[in-house]
């Protein structure tokens, strides 16, 4: 079985440039988390999907980040203008389902990110 | 809101044993995950507990006490490689939410 895939796997930006990332989850995985992970944190959840609606999103800096996940498969995140802080491991991740038999959650090898 | 803490640093010697404890406060609580993180990598899981007590899984355990909001993860039998940094998950709000602590680096020396 294929496991979350995630691109690209290093990206280097500027500062006020834009970025996209992708992710893929695994087949049949109704709900797709999008992380930030700064150096030395735990990871922090930006957004949630299930299927292609939006679960949480309080902690996405809507101001620069956006997400989608059209079709309830796969997802992009953008950042547009990136700024310095910015600069972290965006973690993909899914699950099979959500609610009381959430089950664990599968990670992609992630996108990481630096904004000179 | 919720609330999940772990102590940031942890030193043991290879192949003794060493707990690493988590605490949280969260609401609607659906279960409680452990997951290894090695350096430039993705975390992958380890175990789950959603009932009182202990879980076992070779040289991994894990517990977990909901009234006290309190989990831990126990390592025996340390090697080289348990070396990483050990995140605690809580799925909360009835499983609507998967928040992660601030992760615990472990170093395990020979």
């Known amino acids: 079985e294929a496991g979350v895939a995630q691109s690209p796997r290093y990206k280097i930006i500027e500062k006020r440039q834009s970025v996209a990332f992708w992710c893929n989850p695994i087949?049949?995985?109704?709900?797709l988390y999008w992380y930030q992970q700064i150096l030395g944190q735990g990871p922090k959840l930006l957004i949630q999907?299930?299927?292609?609606?939006?679960?949480?999103d309080s902690q996405l800096p809507k101001d620069r980040f956006s997400a989608e996940r059209l079709k309830g498969v796969d997802s992009t995140l953008k950042i547009q203008p990136a700024k310095l802080e910015d600069s972290a491991v965006y973690l993909c991740?899914?699950?099979?389902?959500?609610?009381?038999?959430?089950?664990?959650?599968?990670f992609g090898e992630g996108s990481r990110l630096t904004v000179l | 809101g919720q609330n999940i803490d772990q102590p940031t640093e942890m030193t043991a010697t290879e192949g003794a044993i060493v707990q690493i404890n988590c605490t949280y406060q969260t609401s609607g609580f659906n279960g409680l995950f452990w997951y290894q993180q090695h350096a430039g990598e993705a975390p992958t899981f380890l175990s789950y507990?959603?009932?009182?007590g202990l879980e076992e899984k070779g040289r991994f355990s894990s517990f977990l006490s909901r009234s006290k909001g309190y989990s831990y993860l126990l390592l025996k039998e340390l090697q080289m490689k348990d070396s990483a940094s050990y995140l605690c998950?809580?799925?909360?709000?009835?499983?609507?939410?998967?928040?992660f602590g601030p992760g615990t680096r472990l170093s395990v020396l020979p």
């Open positions: 999907f299930q299927n292609n609606g939006v679960v949480d």
């Open positions: 998950a809580v799925n909360s709000n009835y499983g609507q939410n998967f928040v």
């Open positions: 507990n959603v009932l009182d």
């Open positions: 087949s049949g995985h109704a709900t």
């Open positions: 991740a899914s699950s099979l389902r959500q609610g009381v038999n959430t089950g664990e959650l599968f």
